[in-house]
């Protein structure tokens, strides 16, 4: 019987031979519980966004009973309610605030950024996001729209002896106290999320990933203009779109270093959602998204790093094109590309995941989901290079197919 360290070590050298195009003693199995633990462990969604005992316990006993290689730490994106609470966040509706106790998170589509303020965005982002975008979007910081910009308080005589007057009005002072009484929940996040990661390698699970980013398009589009400004912004001004990704990515690539240096993790979490094929064609694909996204990745690479995209929807179209990265470094999740035509493609250059169908997962049979699994290990897990997964996270899957996904892809999956 193996140690805990013993098994951690395994988990990890599994996972990183299959990144590499290694061939791993197994397939390994990486899924994203998200909101599963919930249901089941008898609890609602809204008591794991607000209670930190109660997700570090519905996880840990989810990665215990189901034994992934490795787990994902839940305390980033899930423990927050408080957080949220306090800022009053606007673009996000959770359970208590808009949504049922039972339901997932939903994120407000909008122009947070209007198409006038690009210029402001270029010239300087943090000071655009604390005056202009902070107060739009979280109604306990819109006291900093009072503020003056502060690049302009430099020294003695140049902007300081004045420049600091913003700070005596009283709706400034009260988003300087929400600031702190947020700081109070970030650190609580912190806490916990370095006591999961730590408990989690005591008992033998690796973390999926020690940092996560966004493509720039996608941090623009998502956050800043929404679907329909950015939509327009591709013919309207497509210039100012390109700077605004090259404004954004030293700061994609800072959270990533960030983010990988702080956990000693080297997998980079980076969802991509609106470069489906879809959403733009291939040109518009080539022109406004790819660039500055494989300019992320390939710095992440050589910084010693694993890009680790998922990919939303169907992405078949863009294959030859994200072909395009040193080989053996990065590892794209796919949600419904063509997996034969992705390994036939891709198999040399990077390792794919997934992508087996949450419809069969929520709806179907433990035997549908094995006939699925032995499908993708017959044709795309051959040679190495794969990694069994859903096609996105578990919220409302059946734990029988959860089950039969791991004990399926442990048994048949053995090289």
């Not at 209007?114 to 943090?126: N, R």
């Not at 404004?247 to 702080?262: D, H, Q, S, V």
């Not at 929807?313 to 035509?341: H, Q, S, W």
């Not at 290990?377 to 578990?394: E, H, N, R």
Request: hydrophobic content about 40%; glycine content about 8%.
């Amino acid at each position: 019987m193996k140690t805990p360290e013993e098994l951690y070590q395994q988990r990890e050298k599994r996972v990183q031979d299959a990144i590499a195009l290694r061939v791993p003693d197994r397939v390994p199995i990486l899924v994203l519980f998200a909101f599963f633990p919930a249901k089941y462990c008898g609890m609602t969604i809204q008591e794991l966004m607000y209670d930190p005992e109660k997700i570090f316990q519905a996880e840990w006993k989810t990665m215990i009973d189901f034994e992934p290689d490795m787990d994902n730490n839940p305390f980033g994106i899930r423990l927050l309610g408080p957080l949220l609470e306090t800022l009053d966040f606007k673009p996000l509706k959770w359970p208590g605030h808009g949504v049922a106790a039972n339901h997932t998170y939903q994120y407000i589509e909008g122009e947070y950024m209007k198409a006038e303020e690009y210029d402001h965005f270029l010239l300087d982002p943090t000071d655009f996001m604390i005056r202009r975008f902070w107060p739009r979007i979280m109604g306990g910081l819109s006291g900093l729209q009072q503020l003056p910009p502060l690049h302009n308080i430099i020294s003695y005589y140049l902007g300081m002896p004045m420049g600091f007057r913003g700070f005596t009005q009283p709706e400034v002072k009260e988003a300087l106290e929400t600031l702190v009484k947020a700081g109070e929940k970030s650190l609580e996040i912190a806490a916990y999320s370095m006591r999961f990661s730590k408990e989690a390698r005591e008992a033998g699970f690796p973390m999926q990933y020690g940092a996560l980013c966004q493509a720039p398009f996608d941090t623009l589009t998502d956050f800043f203009r929404g679907m329909k400004g950015a939509m327009l912004d591709l013919y309207r001004r497509p210039e100012k779109v390109i700077q605004a990704c090259e404004k954004l990515l030293p700061f994609m690539i800072e959270m990533a270093l960030n983010g990988t240096r702080a956990s000693g993790n080297p997998r980079v979490f980076i969802p991509i959602h609106w470069g489906l094929d879809n959403f733009m064609s291939r040109e518009q694909f080539n022109r406004f998204f790819w660039p500055t996204l494989r300019d992320l990745m390939v710095t992440l690479i050589h910084e010693g790093l694993n890009p680790c995209p998922l990919w939303e929807g169907n992405c078949t179209t863009r294959l030859e094109t994200i072909k395009d990265i040193p080989a053996g470094k990065a590892c794209y999740a796919f949600e419904a590309t063509d997996m034969v035509k992705a390994k036939e493609i891709l198999g040399g250059t990077v390792c794919i995941r997934g992508n087996v169908p949450l419809s069969i997962i929520a709806t179907g049979t433990p035997d549908q989901v094995r006939a699925c699994c032995k499908k993708l290990i017959d044709t795309v897990a051959q040679g190495g290079g794969y990694i069994m997964d859903t096609s996105t996270g578990l919220d409302d899957a059946k734990p029988e197919n959860v089950k039969a996904l791991i004990d399926f892809t442990r048994e048949y999956g053995v090289y």
